[in-house]
């Protein structure tokens, strides 16, 4: 089985499901991912707040993350950290939307 399990396999997938998202608080600006989809909610439920780091993952990892509370804002931060977005330019995760991130073992980098 291992041997199995250790050969490189390419191919495409007809469905990719991800488990059910578990939700995460941002505590000083920072969320550690534990598996490929969070959703994200404001520190002590402010009114808004910045997503700055992503703790956790591993290189290839894919991030599904959305909003917890449409109420709230949250702005995922583009270079404050260890988040990269392609047009240098903040995201706010809104209310019916999503973002997509890659890590690349060293940046969680937003995928437009």
């Known amino acids: 089985m291992e041997e ?6 390419t191919g495409r997938f007809k469905t990719l499901q991800l ?6 608080t941002i505590a000083a600006g920072a969320v550690t991912a534990t598996q ?3 959703s994200i ?3 002590a439920d402010a009114a808004a707040d910045e997503l700055t ?11 599904l993350l959305t909003a917890a509370n449409a ?9 404050a950290d260890n988040i990269r977005i392609p047009t240098a330019a903040d ?15 060293v940046n969680w ?3 437009q």
């Open 71 to 79: 109420g709230r804002v949250v702005t995922v931060k583009h270079g």
């Open 41 to 43: 909610d404001t520190e």
């Open 91 to 105: 995201h706010v995760l809104s209310a019916d939307g999503c973002c997509l991130l890659f890590f690349n073992g």
């Open 53 to 63: 780091t992503i703790s956790g993952g591993v290189a290839g990892q894919l991030l």
């Open 109 to 111: 980098l937003l995928q």
């Open 36 to 38: 490929s989809a969070h």
């Open 4 to 9: 199995f399990l250790a050969r490189p396999r």
């Open 19 to 24: 488990e059910p998202s578990i939700e995460l």
